[in-house]
């Protein structure tokens, strides 16, 4: 039996499998590139983290105007968004919020509104007694 036929198409597999694993071999140092960047991207988060949870106990709260007078944000929204709650006996949401100023109900309309009404939380005018649900501070 003559052997000598085979080699050539051994030949031709044996390249096909050197190319496949060439490849593969890039790729995979391709991915371990993004995976010892997306790790060092997580300790540097785990860091900040630590620096932030150290620092929170040196911050001192930040306790309402005593004088009474709030500074609102600069935009012609807030006085109207304390007006409605002024004018109402309970909690509202974004959307309620919305209706009562008459914007469209699109969610970019509710989206920014409730954004506005989170800022409002921060400076200690409403509060946010569960999540989405707003009202003024007592």
Known sequence: MNLNPLFPALDLQ???ARALADDLRTRIDVLQTQ??????????????????????DRIPAQSPDPSGSLELPEHADYPRILAVFNDTTGPLRARDLCQALDFEL??????????????????????????????IKQ
């Open 106 to 135: 699109l969610p970019k309309h509710i989206e920014r509104t409730r954004a506005k009404m989170k800022r409002l939380v921060t400076l200690g005018i409403l509060t946010e007694a569960e999540p989405g649900t707003f009202s």
């Open 35 to 56: 995976l010892r960047q997306a790790e060092l991207r997580l300790e540097h988060l785990a860091i900040t983290r630590e620096t932030i949870a150290g620092l929170a």
């Open 14 to 16: 044996e390249d096909a």
